[in-house]
C-alpha cells in the first residue's frame, strides 16, 4: 500500500503543466481602454476603397479632347454666318418698333453694317464670294465649305418670305398683316438663334447643324 501511494505521488509531481496561452495583443481597432468608439480605426475589410480616378459611368471613360480645326478656318466659317445675319435683320423691324431696347443689343455690329450697306450689290458679291469662292474651291477645307455652304443656303430660303410677302401683298391691316408680323418676328428669332449658335461653334472648331438647313447644304457639296 505505501508502494501505491509513493507510486501516485511520483506520477502527480512529473505530470508535465498545460501549456500558457498568451492572449492576443490588443489593437486600436479591437479594443482600446479610455479611447472613444469614434476615434477607434476600423478594421481593413469595412475600408472604403477610394474612388478610381477616371469613374465610368455606363461607358467608355470620358476624357477632354481639344479641336484641331485651323483658327484660319474657325475664323472663316464664322464670318460666313454674317451674310445671313445682316439680310435678316430687316424680319426685325416689327420687334424694334415694339422694343426700342432691343435695337441696343445690336449696337455693336452698326459699323460692320454701316460698312456693309455701303457696298453696291453687297449681299450679291457677298453670295458670289462664299459660293464661287469657297464652296466651290476644292483648295479649302471640307470644314470650311460645308459652313459657306450652309450660310448660303441659309440666306437663300430667307429670301424666299419675301416673295411671298409681294405675291400675297397681305396689306396693312387685318388678318394678313398680323401673320406676316408673326411670320416675321418668328423668322428673325430664328436667323439670330441660328447665327449665334453657328458662330460659337466654329469659333470653338465644332460643325453647327442648322434645322432645315444642314441637309441641303450636305447635298450640295
Known amino acids: 500500500m ?4 509513493l507510486l ?12 500558457y496561452h498568451q492572449p492576443p495583443p490588443t ?3 479591437t479594443f482600446t481602454p479610455g479611447l472613444p468608439r469614434f476615434l477607434k480605426s476600423p478594421p481593413a475589410s469595412s475600408r472604403i476603397p477610394p474612388l478610381p480616378r477616371h469613374r465610368r459611368r455606363g461607358g467608355p471613360v470620358v476624357r477632354m479632347s ?3 480645326t485651323p483658327a484660319t478656318d474657325r475664323l472663316i466659317s464664322a464670318v460666313a454666318y454674317m451674310l445671313p445675319f445682316f439680310n435678316s435683320l ?3 423691324r416689327f420687334l424694334f418698333l415694339k422694343y426700342p431696347a432691343l435695337g441696343v443689343l445690336f449696337d455693336p455690329i452698326l459699323p460692320l453694317l ?3 450697306k455701303s457696298v453696291p450689290y453687297a449681299s450679291f458679291v457677298a453670295f458670289f464670294a462664299l459660293y464661287l469662292g469657297i464652296v466651290r474651291n476644292p483648295s479649302f477645307s471640307h470644314y470650311v465649305r460645308f459652313n459657306s455652304m450652309q450660310a ?3 440666306d437663300v430660303l430667307l429670301v424666299i418670305p419675301l416673295l411671298l410677302q409681294r405675291i400675297l401683298s397681305p396689306g396693312r391691316a387685318g388678318l394678313g398683316f398680323r401673320l406676316m408680323v408673326w411670320g416675321h418676328n418668328a423668322i428673325f428669332v430664328f436667323s439670330v438663334l441660328c447665327f ?8 470653338l472648331g465644332r460643325t453647327p447643324y442648322l434645322p432645315f438647313v444642314a441637309d441641303a447644304a450636305g447635298r450640295q457639296l
Do not use: C, N
Not at 505505501?2 to 501511494?5: E, G
Not at 501516485?8 to 501549456?19: D, E
Open 2 to 5: 505505501a508502494t501505491i501511494a
Open 8 to 19: 501516485r505521488l511520483s506520477v502527480h509531481h512529473h505530470r508535465a503543466p498545460k501549456p
Open 27 to 29: 489593437t486600436a481597432s
Open 66 to 68: 481639344y479641336s484641331s
Open 90 to 92: 430687316q424680319y426685325g
Open 114 to 116: 454701316s460698312l456693309y
Open 152 to 154: 448660303v443656303t441659309l
Open 196 to 203: 449665334l449658335y453657328s458662330v460659337a461653334s466654329s469659333i
